[in-house]
């Protein structure tokens, strides 16, 4: 048995120096002018592209703003004059109007970040992994920052608007 020891010993003694005594690669940082790996650069183009059209479905939705606010106000209106109670339909409005009132200076700012587009060519290919990377998380930042200043009063509005109709049906859609 002493001997069977000894033997497993010298065995993993003489592995471990001829390893160590093995030549080891040099190891360098990757070259920074090098095209990124076509995974990544594939990945940063489609979120780059859906980020894009986020971009531009807020913008729709900001530039569509006044319209919904003025015809709800006109809906707030002739229902004022048949003299129901709408005054939680006016707060809603008014959070509504005032958080878009937020959001448009925030998108604007989003706007210089589209059009430098950095780390990625007029076709949306990256150019520069680093900054295209950079440029994905500030356009990321700016769409979450107009998210929180609208802050769910679109939705809000909506949904007093559809309470409302629930407490005030038409005269045709009461049971009797």
């Not at 937020?102 to 900054?131: C, M």
Request: glycine share 8%.
């Amino acid at each position: 048995m002493k001997a069977t020891f000894w033997k497993g010993t010298c065995g993993v003694v003489v592995t471990l120096l001829l390893l160590a005594a093995m030549p080891v690669p040099a190891v360098s940082a990757a070259d920074s002018s090098a095209p990124p790996p076509p995974w990544q650069a594939f990945r940063f183009e489609r979120t780059w592209e859906r980020m894009l059209r986020h971009y531009a479905r807020v913008g729709d939705l900001l530039d569509r703003g006044d319209d919904m606010m003025a015809k709800s106000q006109a809906m707030i209106d002739r229902l004022a004059e048949e003299g129901k109670d709408v005054s939680g339909l006016e707060a809603a409005l008014d959070d509504f109007a005032a958080s878009l009132k937020a959001a448009r200076p925030l998108y604007a700012s989003g706007q210089g970040i589209v059009n430098s587009h950095a780390g990625f060519d007029s076709d949306g290919k990256v150019t520069d992994p680093e900054a295209a990377l950079e440029t994905i998380q500030a356009l990321g930042d700016k769409l979450r920052e107009i998210q929180d200043a609208m802050g769910g009063t679109g939705r809000a509005l909506r949904d007093a608007i559809w309470d409302f109709r629930e407490a005030n049906p038409p005269p045709w859609r009461t049971d009797s």
